[in-house]
C-alpha cells in the first residue's frame, strides 16, 4: 500500500537554527512529489514539484530535494515567519487520482 | 485576483440534514479539485474536475457525496444526509499548470469548517 510519511511530527527550531525536515515515500513509481506550507486556519500554500532524484528546488529560505525513497525539505536560518505546518504529497504512476499526503511537521520558530 | 472563494466558512448542521459547500475558482483556471482535512486521516482529494468535467471521483467516501460544476466559475460540494463523521475541513483548490502535473501550482481555498452534530 502506499504510504507517506513525515517526520518530526513537531519541530521547535531557535531563530536562525536551520534544519530539515523529512517526506518518507513507497509509491508504485513516483510521477511527482509536492511540498506545501499550512497556516492555522487556511489553506495549503504550494511550495515545490519535484520528479526524479537528485533534482532539488529553491524558494527563499527553503530548498527540498529528493531521492529515490525520501525528500527532504531544509530550511536555513528560519525566521518566526517560516512556522507553519509543511506537507509534503506523492503522486504515484499507477492512477490519476491517487495523490497521497502525509500528516505534516508542524515547525514553530522561536525569535 | 482574490483568490479561490469557499462559502460558508463555517457550517453547523445536525445529522441528517442536507449540506451543500460552494466554490469560486480562480478566474482561468482550468482545474478545480475538493478536498477534506481531518486530523485522523489528514487531507484526501476527494474529486477533481478539468474544464468543468468530473474526471475522477474515485476519492468521495460514499454515494451521500456528490459534486457538480455547472460552470467554469462555480462548483458545488453536496453530502446528502450528513452524518457527524463528516465533520472536517472542506478545501477547494484550482489550478492552471504552466507545465508538467495538474497539482503544480494549486491555489487552495480558505476552506469550510463542517460540524455535523
Known amino acids: 500500500e502506499d504510504q507517506v510519511t513525515q517526520s518530526p511530527e513537531a519541530l521547535r527550531l531557535q531563530e536562525g537554527e536551520s534544519s530539515s525536515l523529512n517526506c518518507s515515500y513507497t509509491v508504485s513509481g513516483l510521477r511527482g512529489l509536492f511540498w506545501y506550507r499550512q497556516d492555522p486556519g487556511k489553506g495549503p500554500e504550494f511550495l515545490f514539484t519535484l520528479y526524479s532524484a537528485g533534482e532539488e528546488k529553491e524558494k527563499e529560505r527553503l530548498k527540498a530535494t529528493l531521492t529515490k525513497k525520501e525528500s527532504f525539505l531544509h530550511i536555513t536560518a528560519p525566521k518566526p515567519e517560516d512556522s507553519a505546518t509543511y506537507l509534503c504529497?506523492?503522486?504515484?504512476?499507477?492512477?490519476?487520482?491517487?495523490?497521497?499526503f502525509g500528516t505534516g511537521t508542524r515547525l514553530t520558530v522561536i525569535p | 485576483d482574490a483568490g479561490v472563494i469557499q462559502s460558508p466558512r463555517h457550517e453547523v448542521t445536525e445529522m441528517g440534514q442536507e449540506v451543500t459547500l460552494r466554490c469560486k475558482p480562480i478566474s482561468g483556471h482550468d482545474y478545480l479539485f475538493w478536498y477534506r482535512q481531518t486530523m485522523m486521516r489528514g487531507l484526501e482529494l476527494l474529486i477533481y474536475f478539468n474544464n468543468n468535467v468530473p474526471i475522477d471521483d474515485s476519492g468521495m467516501p460514499e454515494d451521500r457525496f456528490s459534486a457538480k460544476m455547472p460552470n467554469a466559475s462555480f462548483s458545488t460540494l453536496k453530502i446528502q444526509p450528513s452524518e457527524p463523521r463528516d465533520s472536517a475541513v472542506y478545501f477547494c483548490?484550482?489550478?492552471?499548470?504552466?507545465?508538467?502535473?495538474?497539482?503544480?501550482?494549486?491555489?487552495f481555498g480558505p476552506g469550510t469548517r463542517l460540524t455535523v452534530l
Open positions: 504529497a506523492v503522486l504515484d504512476q499507477t492512477g490519476a487520482n491517487n495523490l497521497f
Open positions: 483548490a484550482s489550478s492552471l499548470p504552466t507545465s508538467g502535473w495538474r497539482y503544480n501550482e494549486q491555489f
